[in-house]
């Protein structure tokens, strides 16, 4: 039988309150009550004035950056606010219904205008989806025409596409699988042809450990990031397809050398580049600590 991440990687599931978690909640609470009661700066100093070095040259660009500060500080600064506008955190309270409205909107027809964000429609429909569900509010009936969407979006060599016959990319890929996965219902996922998705992903394995976005395209740890939470979440075998370039390289499932590559993307700052030997970014960062927090325990995998 094929193996999975899911029969990989096997951890215990904590219960409520098992491990000292009430303890710990205790004490969160204890720390967030003495922030608030000390007044201890939420919005660190930095962000509360003006930048400590200006260039006297002033450009657009520059002009721009000033009428920002000059519109934020106040909000930073707790001068033009409205004291019940504001939480405990000290910071203004989230506007719950007007976001919801607004990621409502984003997921309405567009005007012809919008027709250069095609190839962004799949993360369009992500954002929105991902942002309602942070707010607690139902997606289930966004169900239909999220099928209809992504049905066309997908290649019969397996993947999506952002949209109707474009190529197959893990990025749109990615949030194609989890706006499927938010809508829920099995006549969602059942869109998915697993199998060409299974070998699509065998041609974007990449010798070196990590994978490509596209067949062809640039190798980066936003690829490895993207394919491996596919993988995962479509529980695919985790054995490379026959045909994959990396098995006739000498590699025989998609985590063989992905830790290793991963690992040398670390940079002299410690931080995580987008591949070996780029500059330190903190998305990149993200992309190499979710990937192997998700190939095995994050204390092990991180360790080593």
């Known amino acids: 039988m094929a193996q999975t991440i899911q029969d990989e990687v096997q951890r215990p599931l904590r219960r409520p309150h098992e491990q000292g978690e009430e303890e710990e909640?205790?004490?969160?609470?204890e720390l967030a009550q003495r922030l608030v009661q000390n007044s201890l700066p939420i919005v660190p100093s930095l962000f509360t004035s003006q930048p400590f070095l200006q260039d006297s040259l002033q450009t657009e660009t520059s002009i721009n950056q000033e009428n920002t500060i000059k519109e934020c500080l106040p909000y930073l600064t707790k001068?033009?606010?409205?004291?019940?506008?504001?939480g405990t955190s000290g910071l203004p309270r989230l506007k719950r219904q007007l976001h919801i409205n607004f990621l409502l909107r984003s997921l309405e027809e567009k005007p012809s205008v919008y027709v250069g964000f095609d190839s962004s429609r799949s993360w369009i429909v992500y954002w929105a989806l991902?942002?309602?569900?942070?707010?607690?509010?139902?997606v289930t009936s966004h169900r239909e025409r999220v099928i209809q969407t992504f049905t066309a979006a997908q290649?019969?060599?397996?993947?999506?596409?952002?949209?109707?016959?474009?190529?197959?990319?893990?990025?749109?890929?990615?949030?194609?699988?989890?706006?499927?996965?938010?809508?829920?219902?099995?006549?969602?996922?059942?869109?998915?042809?697993?199998?060409?998705?299974?070998e699509w992903l065998?041609?974007?394995?990449?010798?070196?450990?990590?994978?490509?976005?596209?067949?062809g395209g640039e190798v980066d740890v936003r690829g490895a990031y993207?394919?491996?939470?596919?993988?995962?979440?479509?529980?695919?075998?985790?054995?490379?397809?026959?045909?994959s370039p990396a098995r006739r390289l000498g590699l025989s499932t998609f985590l063989d050398n992905l830790p290793e590559w991963l690992a040398k993307c670390q940079t002299y700052e410690g931080g995580m580049a987008a591949f070996p030997g780029n500059e330190a970014h903190g998305a990149y960062a993200f992309c190499?600590?979710?990937?192997?927090?998700?190939?095995?325990?994050?204390?092990q995998m991180i360790q080593k």
Request: hydrophobic share 45%.
């Open 25 to 29: 909640d205790a004490e969160v609470t």
């Open 79 to 86: 001068a033009e606010r409205n004291d019940a506008e504001i």
């Open 130 to 138: 991902a942002g309602l569900c942070l707010l607690g509010e139902d």
């Open 155 to 198: 290649n019969v060599t397996g993947g999506f596409g952002s949209g109707h016959g474009q190529v197959s990319h893990i990025a749109p890929s990615y949030a194609v699988v989890l706006s499927l996965a938010m809508v829920g219902g099995s006549d969602a996922l059942e869109i998915i042809d697993r199998k060409a998705m299974w």
């Open 202 to 215: 065998g041609e974007i394995k990449q010798p070196e450990g990590g994978f490509s976005v596209t067949v």
């Open 226 to 243: 993207c394919a491996i939470v596919v993988i995962s979440l479509l529980n695919l075998p985790l054995e490379l397809p026959p045909r």
């Open 288 to 299: 190499v600590l979710a990937c192997l927090c998700m190939l095995g325990e994050p204390s």
